[in-house]
């Protein structure tokens, strides 16, 4: 323990930087993971046909072992190669699954009787998406990309075995070294890192799972 | 194709030998019959007897298998579904209040959805407020979830009555009521209504609510209306069904 906490002083700046470099893959990955798997998820409430292709895809990617998905990304040209942005890429594809099912499970979730009233009085399908739907279903979102972020902390882990940096850094060299301080320099960081952002995506869920914004 | 805005279609709604058909079965069949300008018709008949289906068929969240409705003298299916629905006010018996809206921009919804000033939609959402026997000072800023059954049905009716429609569609409204808000509810509505002059397609499974509030009534069997007259018409029918639907009401008169 001792041992562990000299490591941490004696390597503030590096420990920064590999968390620095963890927390801009998971970040980055996320983002894009979003702006592809909200839309995705939203698409198939309005085209069942598609429902099962999409969450197929999505469910079949999440089966891939990491370590294989981040090897089986190298060689591909443009996405592929050794560095961060390839582990970027298999973090996007782990990521969407979560996502695309939580938008989907919560947009099927609205009451169907508020949907009905909605399309009754003569709202658009967009009116409806933006006014109703979304802002109803936003907790059920926020969900899936909080399980989604969670676990792109701890997947990001293994990107440093395809030279992307991050915490994982510590891990491998710690494991291939028997250095257990090692090992946990890398994997304390890692998990703090994990229970700040289901932490703080909880909260934000909490506050939007309640439409009821503010009291009498 | 369009009648004039000043000689309005004696007929509101008219059902033209309306057929229904979800896969195989046939959920309406041969519906034919007319509801005139400011006649309040109410369809009775057990449940999957297709008075729900009916009234979707009207504001187009349904279109007829055969046949064809007629809304103000044109088919539902020649219609702009959204200008349609904006002209024909809805209320189910969920009532379907958006649970992240106040009461206020619940009642505004469709005229905020027709661009009205929001002065002009405030003003407005007062006076439905009071129309429907609701405090606005107290209620405007209040969330579904903080009214009662009775209130938030009320709220659903000024909803439906926002922008002044000449028709009203209502499903069950007062179904989910207990007795006693039902009936207070029930005659404040006939009052109202008795005021407004609305073009009203009401359904319910409770004849008496149906002879009270009914110009005329329509009995609905199997996908087909079996019936239809006037209160009186109607409690003097030989038809098994009619005879079946007033049993329980004598029996309240024997005891």
Known sequence: MMNLWQFFISNFDEVLTLTGQHLWMVLVSITVAVVIGVPAGVLIT???????????????????????????????????????????????????????????????????????AGRGM??????????????????????????????????????????????????????????????????????????????????????????????A | MRTSEVEKPEIAIQFHQVSYRLAEAEILSHLAFEIRQGETVVLVGRSGSGKTTTLKLVNRLLEPTHGEVLVQDRATTSWDPIELRRRIGYVI????????????????????LEGWEPERVRRRVRELLTLVGLDGDKYAHRYPSQLSGGQRQRVGVARAL???????????????????????????????????KKTILFVTHDLQEALYLGDRIGLMKDGRLTVIGTPDELLSSADPEVKAFLKPLQRGKRA
């Open chain 1, 122 to 215: 003569g709202m658009t399908d967009l009116q409806l998406l933006w006014q109703v739907e979304i802002p109803l279903a936003l907790g059920v979102i926020v969900a899936g990309i909080r399980v989604a972020a969670i676990t792109s902390v701890g997947i990001a882990t293994i990107a440093a075995a395809i030279g992307a940096g991050g915490l994982g850094m510590y891990i491998f060299r710690g494991v291939a070294g028997v250095n257990t301080t090692l090992i946990l320099a890398g994997s304390i960081p890692a998990a703090l890192l994990a229970l700040l952002t289901d932490f703080g995506l909880g909260r934000m869920e909490k506050l939007l799972k309640n439409p009821q914004r503010r009291s």
């Open chain 2, 93 to 112: 018996q969920e009532v379907g209040l958006f649970p992240h809206f106040t009461v206020e921009r619940n009642v505004a919804l469709v005229p905020s």
């Open chain 2, 162 to 196: 926002a922008v002044d429609p000449p028709i009203l569609l209502m499903d069950e409204p007062f179904g989910a009521l207990d007795p006693l808000t039902r009936s207070e509810i029930q005659e404040e509505f006939k009052e109202l209504q008795g005021n407004l």
């Open chain 1, 46 to 116: 309005r085209k069942p046909a598609l429902e099962k292709v999409v969450l197929g895809f999505a469910n079949v990617v999440q089966t891939i072992p990491s370590l294989a998905l981040f090897g089986f990304l190298i060689p591909i040209p443009v996405v592929g190669g050794i560095g961060a942005s390839t582990a970027i890429v298999a973090l996007i594809l782990y990521a969407l699954l979560p996502i695309i099912r939580g938008t989907y499970a919560g947009i099927q979730g609205v009451d169907p009787s508020v949907k009905e």
